[in-house]
């Protein structure tokens, strides 16, 4: 079994569609279903994606909780690189780069634009 896509709401398809380019996340697919606009992307050519959903007509707040999501992983070969890439295209920082040795992993934390908390991490 292989994991297909994660699917968060965006407030702003475009800033989020920037956001995530500038991570190197490129467009694999889009629909739109019952007035929703759906965008897949994708980055590395990594198995899964990020599906993007935005209803311009919704009325709640997006209002990600960490209670309910803790966060989206993503392997990545420079940690560093991609937690500055991230913050200078929007991110509020979370956790700086550092090794978590319980896990054998160097990674580091970040809030997207909508506040949902991502980790790029490397193992080893």
């Known amino acids: 079994m292989d994991l297909a896509h994660v699917a968060i709401w965006v407030s702003d398809l475009d800033r989020a569609l920037e956001f995530y380019g500038a991570l190197g996340f490129e467009e694999t697919n889009r629909f739109t279903l019952d007035g929703v606009e759906n965008v897949y992307v994708a980055a590395g050519g990594g198995d899964g994606d990020l599906q993007l959903r935005h209803d311009p007509d919704r009325t709640t707040p997006i209002a990600p909780s960490r209670a309910d999501t803790d966060h989206v992983a993503f392997t990545v070969d420079d940690v560093d690189a991609t937690y500055e890439a991230a913050v200078e295209a929007g991110a509020a920082p979370v956790v700086e780069p550092v090794e978590i040795d319980a896990a054998d992993a160097y ?7 909508e506040g949902y908390t991502l980790e790029f991490y490397r193992t080893g």
Not at 107 to 113: R, S
């Open 107 to 113: 990674a580091a934390f970040v809030e997207d634009p």
